[in-house]
């Protein structure tokens, strides 16, 4: 079982930078991919950016440039760095690891940002 935990999310202007973190627990498998994903009201739940085993990632294309995933196995722990960031980044943010078939959410973070 894979318990994901997501945090660093907050209230900022428009502009301002935020850095979300999952902190990953349980029996994570080497071959693993992670992802953040959000949600804003009355929207479906959209893929922000990924990353694999490799260190490749890649990005929805309205964070490319402004948001940076990365991961630290050695701590099990992933991050997402937001700069300039708009109001329609407001959504709640999760945490998703998908490895051997299976996939795990955290329960969410929000940010919001305020023009």
């Known amino acids: 079982q894979v318990q994901l935990v997501e945090s660093g999310g907050g209230l900022v202007q428009a502009g301002e930078s935020l850095r979300l973190s999952c902190a990953a627990s349980?029996?994570?498998?080497?071959?693993?991919?992670m992802g953040w994903y959000r949600q804003a009201p009355g929207k479906q739940r959209e893929l922000v950016a990924r990353i694999t085993w490799g260190d490749k990632t890649n990005y929805a294309d309205s964070v490319r440039g402004r948001f940076t995933i990365s991961r630290d196995r050695a701590k099990n722990m992933m991050y997402l760095q937001m700069n300039s960031l708009k109001s329609e980044d407001t959504a709640v943010y999760y945490c998703?690891?998908?490895?051997?078939?299976?996939?795990?959410w955290g329960q969410g973070t929000q940010v919001t940002v305020s023009s």
């Open positions: 349980g029996s994570i498998a080497s071959l693993s991919v």
């Open positions: 998703n690891l998908w490895a051997s078939g299976f996939d795990y």
